[in-house]
């Protein structure tokens, strides 16, 4: 009896192996999301959801304070923060929240990503985000807040901008540069920091000949934003259509001359012992503490810790332009860093909340203190109007320099920075190539041919999912 | 497609032949419309998309095997049912000693209405993510992409080598490697130098499946996937960790099981370590090495003035670190199961012994261990799976995956591929792979250990 039922349990599974197989291919099944909120009829306010990738305290407790004061300007709204442990959680839980039916208003989301966001639909075939310009539709406030979106830097205003929209409102803003030991720079007879590679060569050299040299003279994470950063320099691109900003790109160029110049300098670095590698992918933690303590002279880094360095350095920490190749024409350093999606399919009064809470958390003063708490830029020109009034620029020359090295480059698509599908996976390939010609000493032109390979393909099947 | 049913067709009843003494022929020919049924089920279910034109001999390969699982899966549960009507005794009460199951009396649905809370939670929350992850593995698919492709077993091919003859023939050879060490073994008697090379062809026969599957992992290049480097690195770190765990674990407890003053204070502090979870461990681990603020590499410098070199730039001191953080963790786990199992280990049998004269050491490895044997056993499952599924934390603060992969274990390289590059029919697929991997290891592990274990009675 009992194996006669097992056995009929055994047809019954492999039946629902087969159904589950044989559904179709599309998940168009489940029913669209509603997302319908009921406004603030009697006295309820409206909950306006804002997932944040940050989970420290004080980057968290400063978007937490922005919302507990918007809270009480606006009693009818009620700004709620959630935070998460990465960008690609919040991501993740919002597209699912989408299908769900229960999405939330706003998601902190980063610049890599922006092609993603842009690709996203909900199970019912519909975009996930809506354009933030659209949505302010022209309006110069909003629930008294005045509008900030126009008067948002250039670099991050033209990274963001796709097809002619500004989609997202940026919030912390940063680009690449180096904070100098000038202390140990000085005792090699250094005295002002490098500007470019060569001079970085001749400062490290410099430096490790001294009687008490540190481990090394330079490090920084192997993240694939600086092999982005190093490309916007010098002019090369790293994806077809203009950094898929004239059309979607289709082919990405790990193999340039701007790519190898690069590489090979950094792996030249590093056999010399000039250039310390932590180990790990993306490592900001180690790198920053490997400068602290006084293991390298420099450190190549985001502007975004400007802020910390200067307050734990017990040493005289001065940034600087990221360093550049001499050998051709500086184009310019493009910013990295995320924005604040708003998601589509919210009614008026929501969306006018969620809107007004997007130009207040940005509002000058709120810029400028959020510049001052990490050294992410000011993103409005009138926030950085009102930190050069104050005099903060004189009292803390370092926090300047992000803002003028972006206000140096040119406005090419090279310098913008590419929009590309998978760019988090083709992010893996890069610095999973780095990390093997810098430990395993492989040959460059070998092993980045093989990260074009692997970084095509990625992209050619993001495309086959999402182009067209 | 049609090959694969027909071979099925005239399989069945062989099968039905070799199990039953003279069956019928109503039951060839169950054994033969079951056979079919079991092989047709996976290339219908996914639309015989292995057999269309653009495919390849690995895809068709992929196909077959499938269909000879499908087909072998409905033999045996057809079997079951002829024993159940010979009334023959099940193989599992005949191993355990029951005569027969009593019946209930109230019905046949009421241990069913019993069960269902638990059948409803394993189908809800086991079954049914279980069969989605197959589904997601044949396809090309991201979260929030308005359409995903189909790829078949394209997912699954790109992890192999491209020949076809060499995909069917390396597995081929390494069975027949262990059935020939089999039939040596069992033709050669005891204690004669035939018994001792059959000892030694068993045990090259069994490194060979190793050898084979290194041999069918494509090593990357053109359109495939690297993943000869993964598994073996999944199999280092593997075979580092349960060798580390069980062997430190059983002679740190058999240290420990001696009368000591505050040995049972002792005891308990040993355990401790388990009830820390992975990703603590790798954080502990990583202050203790941490080339920058590390407190080992620290004080090596300091005081001994060594410059400790980084482990993560170097593959064996990377792994080394793994094995040693993850190993220290399920280290408590084993020592509270061998300090149990030391207590049940016959004292009459150690103090003869002792009078016989044997040594310390002889009477360890002649009775201490082989009483121990089942919890060896089962203590070796539970490692495996161990080093197999929870290690991703350890890793993941540890090393990353560093140096270029080195320490990117299976576990490791699935949560990578499928969750934090987003791509989730790759993700699956490689969950699949080690889903076999863990259920093969664990049937070659009741086949092989499960017949030398022995628990104490008759």
């Given at each position: ?468 | ?135 997601l593995s044949t396809k090309l698919t991201r979260l929030g992409a308005p359409k995903s492709v189909d790829v078949c077993f394209g997912n699954f091919t790109e992890l192999f080598i491209t020949d076809p003859w060499k995909l069917v023939a390396y597995p081929l050879i390494a069975v027949g490697l262990i059935y020939g060490a089999r039939f040596w073994m069992n033709r050669s008697e005891p204690g004669t130098l035939s018994r001792k090379g059959a000892d030694v062809a068993t045990v090259v026969a069994m490194l060979s499946v190793f050898v084979a599957l290194y041999a069918m992992f494509s090593p990357g290049g053109g359109e495939q996937v690297a993943y000869r480097p993964v598994y073996v690195t999944t199999v280092i770190i593997s075979v580092g960790i349960v060798a580390f765990g069980m062997i430190g674990g059983l002679a740190v407890a058999y240290l420990a099981f001696r009368r000591i003053r505050g040995g049972s204070l002792y005891r308990t502090f040993l355990i401790w370590p388990y009830a820390i979870s992975p990703a603590v461990a790798g954080v502990l681990f990583f202050m203790i090495f941490d080339p920058t603020a590390g407190i080992f590499t620290h004080t090596m410098s300091s005081v001994f003035g060594i410059d400790v070199p980084n ?10 670190a793994i094995i040693l953080a993850s190993g220290w963790k399920i280290l408590g786990y084993n020592i509270l199961f061998y300090l149990a199992g030391l207590q049940t280990v016959s004292h009459d049998q150690i103090e003869a012994a002792l009078l016989d004269g044997a040594s310390t050491w002889q009477r360890f490895v002649k009775i201490v261990l082989p009483a121990l044997s089942p919890i060896t056993f089962f203590l070796l499952v539970t490692n495996l799976t161990y080093a197999f599924f929870e290690v991703y934390a350890t890793i993941d603060f540890m090393t990353k995956g560093a140096p270029a992969g080195k320490t990117s274990v299976a576990i490791y ?46």
């Amino acid at each position: 009896m009992h194996k006669k039922l097992l056995l009929i349990a055994t047809v019954l599974a492999f039946a629902l192996i087969a159904a589950a197989c044989s559904s179709s291919s599309e998940d168009t099944t489940t029913t669209a999301g509603s997302t319908e909120t009921t406004a603030a009829a009697g006295g309820e306010a409206t909950t306006i959801d804002f997932w944040v990738a940050f989970s420290d305290e004080a980057r968290l407790g400063f978007a937490n304070d922005r919302a507990a004061e918007f809270n009480e300007k606006h009693p009818e709204y009620n700004i709620q923060v959630t935070s998460f442990s990465s960008y690609n959680d919040v991501f993740d839980a919002a597209v699912l929240a989408v299908d769900s039916g229960e999405p939330p208003a706003l998601i902190h989301f980063f610049e890599a990503a922006t092609r993603q966001a842009l690709d996203a639909v909900g199970s019912d075939g519909a975009p996930v985000f809506k354009s933030v310009t659209d949505a302010i539709g022209g309006r110069s406030e909003i629930l008294g807040e005045p509008v900030v979106l126009d008067d948002v830097v250039d670099a991050a205003r033209n990274y963001y901008t796709v097809d002619g929209s500004f989609y997202s409102m940026p919030w912390n803003t940063s680009t690449t540069v180096m904070f100098n030991n000038m202390d140990m720079l000085n005792e090699a007879g250094i005295t002002e920091p490098p500007a470019t590679w060569a001079d970085v060569d001749a400062a490290c050299e410099a430096v490790m000949a001294l009687a008490d040299a540190p481990k090394a003279c330079i490090t920084w994470p192997n993240h694939s934003w600086f092999v982005e950063q190093s490309l916007g320099q010098q002019g090369e691109l790293l994806a077809n259509n203009d950094n898929g900003r004239t059309g979607r790109a289709t082919e990405v160029y790990l193999e340039s001359d701007g790519m190898m110049n690069y590489i090979n300098w950094w792996k030249d670095l590093n056999d010399k012992g000039y250039y310390t590698y932590t180990g790990i992918q993306r490592d900001w933690d180690g790198t920053s503490n490997a400068y602290l303590a006084g293991e390298v002279a420099m450190l190549v880094y985001s502007s975004s810790d400007t802020t910390f360095f200067d307050e734990n350095a017990d040493f005289t920490n001065v940034a600087s332009f990221m360093p550049r190749n001499q050998d051709v024409d500086y184009v310019g350093n493009l910013i990295g860093g995320a924005t604040i999606w708003m998601l589509d399919g919210m009614d008026q009064t929501t969306e006018d909340g969620a809107l007004a809470f997007l130009n207040f958390f940005s509002n000058p003063e709120n810029a400028a203190a959020w510049h001052k708490l990490t050294g992410y830029i000011p993103i409005t020109k009138s926030a950085e109007a009102l930190l050069a009034d104050e005099g903060w620029y004189d009292e803390s020359p370092n926090s300047k320099v992000a803002s003028d090295q972006l206000a140096a480059a040119k406005n090419t698509p090279a310098s913008l920075g590419a929009l590309l599908g998978d760019f988090v996976g083709i992010r893996d390939i890069i610095t999973g190539a780095i990390e093997d010609i810098l430990v395993n000493d492989v040959d460059v032109a070998t092993r980045l041919a093989q990260a074009n390979t692997d970084a095509n393909k990625a992209l050619t099947e993001y495309e086959s999912l999402y182009g067209g | 497609m049609l090959i694969g049913l027909i071979v099925a067709a005239i399989l069945g009843p062989l099968y039905v032949w070799q199990n039953n003494d003279r069956p019928s022929a109503k039951r060839y020919g169950l054994g033969s419309a079951i056979a079919v049924l079991g092989a047709a089920v996976t290339p219908i279910a996914m639309g015989q998309c292995a057999f269309a034109a653009e495919t390849t001999g690995v895809d068709h390969l992929f196909a077959y095997t499938l269909m000879a699982g499908g087909a072998w899966l409905a033999l045996i549960a057809l079997q079951s049912f002829f024993d159940r009507a010979d009334g023959k005794k099940s193989e599992s009460a005949a191993m355990t000693g029951e005569i027969r199951t009593g019946g209930f009396r109230m019905g046949w649905w009421v241990p069913w209405a019993l069960l269902s809370p638990t059948l409803i939670v394993l189908i809800v929350f086991l079954y049914l993510p279980a069969i989605q992850t197959f589904t997601l593995s044949t396809k090309l698919t991201r979260l929030g992409a308005p359409k995903s492709v189909d790829v078949c077993f394209g997912n699954f091919t790109e992890l192999f080598i491209t020949d076809p003859w060499k995909l069917v023939a390396y597995p081929l050879i390494a069975v027949g490697l262990i059935y020939g060490a089999r039939f040596w073994m069992n033709r050669s008697e005891p204690g004669t130098l035939s018994r001792k090379g059959a000892d030694v062809a068993t045990v090259v026969a069994m490194l060979s499946v190793f050898v084979a599957l290194y041999a069918m992992f494509s090593p990357g290049g053109g359109e495939q996937v690297a993943y000869r480097p993964v598994y073996v690195t999944t199999v280092i770190i593997s075979v580092g960790i349960v060798a580390f765990g069980m062997i430190g674990g059983l002679a740190v407890a058999y240290l420990a099981f001696r009368r000591i003053r505050g040995g049972s204070l002792y005891r308990t502090f040993l355990i401790w370590p388990y009830a820390i979870s992975p990703a603590v461990a790798g954080v502990l681990f990583f202050m203790i090495f941490d080339p920058t603020a590390g407190i080992f590499t620290h004080t090596m410098s300091s005081v001994f003035g060594i410059d400790v070199p980084n482990y993560r730039h170097n593959a064996f001191m990377a792994q080394s670190a793994i094995i040693l953080a993850s190993g220290w963790k399920i280290l408590g786990y084993n020592i509270l199961f061998y300090l149990a199992g030391l207590q049940t280990v016959s004292h009459d049998q150690i103090e003869a012994a002792l009078l016989d004269g044997a040594s310390t050491w002889q009477r360890f490895v002649k009775i201490v261990l082989p009483a121990l044997s089942p919890i060896t056993f089962f203590l070796l499952v539970t490692n495996l799976t161990y080093a197999f599924f929870e290690v991703y934390a350890t890793i993941d603060f540890m090393t990353k995956g560093a140096p270029a992969g080195k320490t990117s274990v299976a576990i490791y390289e699935i949560i990578r591929v499928g969750v934090n590059n987003g791509d989730l029919g790759r993700g699956a697929a490689q969950s699949v792979l080690l889903f076999a991997a863990v259920i093969a290891v664990t049937l070659w592990q009741f086949r092989t250990s499960g017949s030398r274990v022995s628990y104490g009675g008759s």
